[in-house]
């Protein structure tokens, strides 16, 4: 069987990043692997996320109703790193962190609002790349003193380029039983835009 070993220690696979990180298809990625993934059809895919968002509404809720959670074991759910201060202490998570080159997040970023017609000029990059650096450190420095995470760092860019090593790492930490060439198989370089110089 391959996914998560049902024998395992309770715990919940948390998918996150700043935006345009790669945390969709990261999901699409598990979801292949044999992982259940909680994901609703409220956001539809589009030519910014042509495989589909992978959103979870209750999840942007987690802070007013956390039942969700009682069903979420050994299920993947994505949520931007802010919800995780959330997550309450009564159940373990294991974290992949999507990791991209900051440029390619921030051009990423303003090529979908452009589409959106939302402005892109408001907040000059420099200023931008420096809020989110802060906030990641914040949350870094805070989920190392919590026993009841796990995480490692999912190189975005290295996956493109060499998707094993890193679906590897992925493996070791759900229990070794993940798909992984049909993981593999999710990652398509050639929806790899926004490339860094």
Same mark, same amino acid.
């Given at each position: 069987?391959?996914?998560?070993?049902?024998?395992?220690?309770?715990?919940? #696979? !948390?998918?996150?990043?700043?935006?345009?990180?790669?945390?969709?298809?990261?999901?699409?990625?598990?979801?292949?692997?044999? #992982?259940?993934?909680? =994901?609703?059809?409220?956001? *539809?895919?589009?030519?910014?996320?042509?495989?589909?968002?992978?959103?979870?509404?209750?999840?942007?809720?987690?802070?007013?109703?956390?039942?969700?959670?009682?069903?979420?074991?050994? +299920?993947?759910?994505?949520?931007?790193? /802010?919800?995780?201060?959330?997550?309450?202490?009564?159940? *373990?998570? *294991?974290?992949?962190?999507? $990791? $991209?080159?900051?440029?390619?997040?921030?051009?990423?970023?303003? +090529?979908?609002?452009?589409?959106?017609?939302?402005?892109?000029?408001?907040?000059?990059?420099?200023?931008?790349?420096? !809020?989110?650096?802060?906030?990641?450190? +914040?949350?870094? =420095?805070?989920?190392? /003193?919590?026993?009841?995470? /796990? !995480? !490692?760092?999912?190189?975005?860019? +290295?996956?493109?380029?060499?998707?094993?090593?890193?679906?590897?790492?992925?493996? /070791?930490?759900?229990?070794?039983?993940?798909?992984?060439?049909?993981?593999?198989? #999710?990652?398509?370089?050639?929806?790899? $835009?926004? $490339? *860094?110089?």
């Amino acid at each position: 069987m391959m996914g998560i070993d049902p024998n395992a220690e309770p715990f919940v #696979v !948390i998918v996150s990043g700043l935006p345009r990180s790669g945390t969709s298809m990261m999901m699409k990625m598990l979801e292949s692997g044999g #992982v259940p993934v909680l =994901a609703d059809d409220q956001r *539809k895919a589009d030519i910014d996320n042509v495989n589909g968002y992978y959103e979870f509404q209750a999840a942007l809720k987690i802070k007013q109703d956390d039942s969700w959670l009682a069903d979420a074991d050994h +299920k993947a759910v994505k949520m931007v790193y /802010q919800l995780l201060y959330e997550l309450p202490s009564t159940h *373990k998570y *294991k974290v992949l962190m999507m $990791r $991209r080159a900051m440029d390619e997040v921030l051009a990423s970023q303003k +090529k979908m609002l452009a589409r959106l017609g939302k402005p892109t000029d408001t907040i000059p990059d420099s200023k931008m790349a420096e !809020i989110f650096n802060a906030g990641l450190n +914040k949350f870094y =420095a805070w989920i190392a /003193q919590q026993p009841n995470f /796990q !995480i !490692i760092d999912v190189d975005y860019n +290295k996956m493109v380029a060499d998707p094993l090593p890193q679906i590897d790492s992925i493996n /070791q930490l759900l229990g070794g039983h993940l798909n992984l060439e049909a993981m593999a198989e #999710v990652v398509q370089p050639d929806l790899y $835009r926004n $490339r *860094k110089s």
